[in-house]
């Protein structure tokens, strides 16, 4: 085929997530919160070709730019994802989402034993050790998490 074809339409202005692994979209949106309560207008595209020949996730949100904390849950599920801020139809801004070094409230530890899910006042702080697949160490119990972190995230 020589044309382009757009499987989801242009957005005016907000954000677009793309190079999300192929299924996490609906966690994505998860961590944006948008659900049938909110009035954000969300296209969704999963399991589309990618130039490399993989498949991946998109998810175009209009009229909203997203929080630094929203990005830094998304590059925990999505290290590969990139973030495109559009105005007026055209791109912006685009950058690959960054795990910093450290983590800290994003994430809550997955041993139920830690003093980080216990009454204690502390914070959950994790240690990224892994950045593809992300890998993470929590600073109290020294717990390894890999996988799926979604049922995780604060």
């Avoid at 909110?38 to 730019?65: C, F």
């Avoid at 530890?109 to 993470?136: D, G, H, M, W």
Wanted: glycine letters at 2%.
């Amino acid at each position: 085929m020589s044309r382009k074809e757009l499987r989801v339409r242009k957005i005016k202005n907000g954000t677009v997530i793309d190079h999300i692994s192929p299924g996490y979209a609906l966690k994505v949106i998860k961590i944006l919160e948008i659900d049938e309560k909110s009035n954000d207008i969300v296209s969704i595209a999963m399991n589309v070709p990618s130039s490399d020949g993989e498949k991946k996730d998109i998810v175009k949100v209009e009229d909203r730019e997203l929080e630094s904390n929203e990005v830094d849950k998304i590059a925990l599920i999505a290290p590969n994802a990139t973030i495109n801020i559009i105005e007026d139809y055209e791109v912006k801004e685009k950058y690959d989402v960054e795990l910093p070094r450290k983590v800290k409230d994003v994430i809550k530890c997955s041993n139920n034993n830690c003093i980080s899910n216990t009454r204690e006042p502390v914070a959950y702080q994790f240690e990224i050790k892994q950045k593809s697949p992300v890998r993470l160490k929590c600073i109290y119990c020294k717990n390894i998490m890999e996988g799926d972190l979604s049922d995780y995230l604060l």
